[in-house]
């Protein structure tokens, strides 16, 4: 029998394990040491240089980010935001007192938000800045649950059984709301009659334990908005019917972002009466880095006083309303700095851009002979397209999308929910930096990998092939 590898190569040095990171040698000083583990503390320092090549070079692993196209999180900003975000690194969001400028800022943006949405009274709506949608979305979820309490104990009635409506289609966050806060979730099917919640049947899952409805202005798994106003109005005929009168939460991680912009016809916000909260990324298409996201309600009355802390600040007090405590400010900054950069004008046209990029690919990959599309990102800049049915049986979209991450393009192919789940798409989310000319390359790897799979001669073996993408 063989004697085992010597871990060290001819002069002595360690050439690294799967449990150990080697430093380059270039950055060796005599007496540092020149291997770290990977899972446990060092015993020794290292010069700042080192531990920080080391780190530069694992996170370039990660791959390039204009290329990944599954994600909605921005991944630029120009270089005065860069120098903001520096600068203010240090800021911590909960302490007001501390950082008063700061909070004064996070209370103008949201403010600014109100407005985009068409509040009728800016300066009388609340919102809060939140590490991003999620826990915007759960705060919302929790405002709609603790008026809904209020209102069944005012009336002599229990409140043992909340539920909430929403669609098959619905991101994770809301998942965790229903789990974590005990709700019960109800989930509208989506069918290829019906791609959205779109107020088809509502009434077969509203009844007066219901907090509220969720309405998605940009699915994540197509991009396409939901109808707000026809939910509205098929909850008006309920409430009419029955009188359980139920608000609505808009998630719009995405498309509150959008909409103002590019459909301010769409009527979707604060117009419609039934709107409680809305909710949106500012690190997804309010193009800030990770993470951001808000939370607006549409006037006091409709976030519960019981659920707001209030803080010293300036002499004064000011509320707040978090799961979280600590948490950055410099992104709350920025969010304000691209306020004031852009302007209403400036995210119409990076907007615009973007959607047009989107409807660009969505129509050549339908000229495709093996693709049909499910929607062509006319709403948000993201679209999704599934295989032709008996188009082949040598390969599937998620084929496609290994062979495009050879190629360093990420684009993601999955499931739809349940009810559709035999169904497979595959996703692009086009955000600002996704040029024309770098979706004209993207086309071009698209049709050469179709082309490749298509003269396979045998199909591609299934079993054991991982699923690289979740939502």
């Known amino acids: ?19 150990s990171i080697s430093a380059n040698p270039v950055f060796e000083r005599p007496g540092e040491a020149t291997e770290l583990p990977k899972n446990r503390m060092p015993q020794s320092e290292s010069y700042p240089d080192t531990a920080y090549q080391i780190v530069h070079d694992e996170a370039m692993l990660d791959g390039n980010a204009r290329l990944n196209l599954a994600t909605f999180v921005g991944t630029w900003m120009d270089d005065f935001a860069v120098r903001l ?3 203010s690194a240090d800021k911590n969001m909960i302490d007001k007192d501390e950082y008063p400028q700061t909070a004064a800022i996070e209370t103008r943006c949201w403010t600014m938000l109100a407005d985009l949405w068409s509040a009728a009274d800016p300066d009388n709506a609340i919102g809060t800045s939140t590490i991003g949608s999620s826990e915007a979305c759960m705060l919302g979820g929790l405002a709609l649950k603790r008026r809904w309490q209020k209102r069944r104990r005012s009336e002599g009635k229990s409140t043992e059984a909340p539920n909430l409506v929403l669609s098959s289609a619905v991101q994770v966050c809301w998942e965790k709301f229903c789990n974590y806060f005990e709700v019960e979730a109800r989930y509208v099917p989506i ?32 991009g396409a908005y939901e109808p707000v106003a ?19 939460h808009v998630d719009g991680a995405s498309g509150a972002m959008i909409a103002p912009f590019c459909q301010p016809d769409l009527v979707w916000d604060f117009r419609l009466d039934r709107v409680a909260s809305i909710s949106t990324s500012g690190h997804k298409y309010g193009l800030v880095y990770p993470g951001v996201g808000w939370v607006v309600w549409r006037n006091k009355a409709a976030l519960p006083d019981e659920l707001i802390f209030y803080v010293s600040y300036l ?25 004031l950069r852009l302007g209403s004008d400036g995210y119409t046209r990076v907007q615009q851009e973007s959607l047009a990029v989107a409807q660009y690919l969505a129509q050549e990959i339908a000229k495709l002979p093996a693709f049909e599309l499910w929607n062509d990102g006319s709403d948000i800049p993201v679209f999704a397209w599934m295989l032709k049915k008996g188009y082949t049986d040598k390969w599937t979209l998620y084929d496609l999308s290994d062979r495009l991450r050879m190629k360093g393009w990420l684009v ?52 054991g092939q991982p699923v690289l993408f979740h939502h």
């Open 315 to 339: 002499g004064g007090s000011m509320p707040t309303f978090a799961l979280n405590f600590s948490r950055p400010g410099a992104q709350v900054l920025l969010q304000y700095y691209m306020f």
């Open 1 to 19: 029998m063989s004697e085992p590898a010597d871990p060290t190569d001819f002069r002595g040095r360690g050439v690294g394990t799967s449990d």
């Open 191 to 222: 069918t290829m009659e019906h791609r959205t919640l779109d107020g088809h049947e509502l009434d077969k899952y509203v009844d007066e334990n219901t907090i509220g409805v969720v309405a998605i202005m940009g699915v994540t798994y197509t």
């Open 85 to 87: 975000y520096t600068e």
């Open 412 to 463: 993601p192919a999955y499931p739809m929910p349940d009810d559709l789940a035999d169904v497979t798409v595959q996703r692009i989310v086009v955000r600002n930096g996704l040029s024309h000319d770098l979706a004209t390359a993207l086309l071009a790897e698209i049709k050469t990998e179709v082309d490749f799979l298509d003269r396979l001669e045998t199909p591609i073996p299934r079993e």
């Open 230 to 248: 026809e939910i509205s109005a098929a909850l008006d005929r309920i409430a009419a019917d029955t009188g359980v009168d139920v608000p609505i």
